[in-house]
Structures are given as C-alpha cells and as structure tokens.
C-alpha cells in the first residue's frame, strides 16, 4: 500500500470541522494536515482544543488566500505518494466515501479520483456538464507540476486539476458518494 496523506481545507467551518476532522483522523491515513486558510470564525479556536485529542498537523494561514493556496500548502507538507483532499463543510463522511476515493488509486484503476455528493447531483439532460466538487484524490508526483499554478489560480481548482489530467491524458475517475451531504 502507498503511503496516503489527508488533507482537510478549512475556511469558516465552525460547525462542521469537528467532526470532518474526527472521521479523518480516524481513518487509516499516515497523516492528516488541516490547513486553516484564515477563518474568521470559531474554526481555529476548535482546532486548537481537538489537536490535543487527534493526531493531526495543523497549518493555520492567517490571511484568507484561497482554496487553490490552502491546497497547495498541504501538499508541500506531505511526503505521502497519494493525497486525498477532503472538505471541511460535509456532514455524514464514512470510510467508505474515504475507501471510494482511495481504492481505485491504490489498485491502480486511475490517476485522479473525483468524488461527487450524490444529492448535489444535477441532471446530466439538463446540463450534460460534469459537476465537480473537492472530494479527490491523487498521485502527488502528478500534481507537483501545477503547484505553483494551484496556489494562484482564480478558477475553480477542481477545473484546474480536471483540465490538468485530461491535458495528460491521465486516467480519472468520477465516483459518488452515496450519504454524502455538504452542510448548510
């Protein structure tokens, strides 16, 4: 098995930070980083108190930079081979959402792992668009090239890893996540 790293994104997460961290960290990942891109709410004050009680690596930014920024400082802490990116607003995370975006990189069916919520799912007649949210992962040799891009982008950085891998032609795969739920 290669060595995979978490890495929680939080901006303003107050009420669901907790427990997106609990789930993660109880997890089999080597390592859990949360980067903290400049709340402004209680998010810090709850990393600071649960960072006693899990084992994780907290990285607090403290000027909002974006999401892309966020991403990138957390894989330029991590020596993991695979990087599994997870939201801080979701409610109802299991393993199994986690085992999804892993698994398929770890029996090498794919490149790049893209996890949809299944109730944000539009209707393909409608908008024949994929929709893509953060739920991901990857290789991180894959990604080391866009890095400084992803730090700095002002699209959405799921657009930016899709077009990246397609550029590549590199296998991605879209999977989703049955329970999923992106909090209000």
Known sequence: MKKTSAIICAY???????????TVCDYFFAEVIVVNDGSSDKTD???????DFY???????????????????GIE??????????DADLSNLQ????????????????DMV????????????????????????FFKKDILPILDDLKSTKIKVETLHNSHYQYHQKRVKYVMLEGLKIAQ
């Open 45 to 51: 004050i709850i990393l600071k108190q649960i960072n």
């Open 95 to 110: 393993d199994r959402h986690l085992a999804q975006l892993i698994m398929p990189l770890q029996y090498k069916e794919a």
């Open 114 to 137: 893209f996890g949809q919520a299944a109730e944000t799912l539009i209707d393909y007649k409608i908008n024949p668009c994929k929709s893509l949210i953060a739920e991901m992962s």
């Open 77 to 86: 802490n991590t020596n993991a081979e695979i990087i599994v990116f997870i």
């Open 55 to 73: 084992n994780f690596k907290y990285i607090p930014l403290f000027e909002n930079k974006g999401k892309g920024h966020a991403m990138a400082i």
């Open 12 to 22: 303003n997460n107050e009420s669901t930070i907790k427990d997106i961290v609990s």
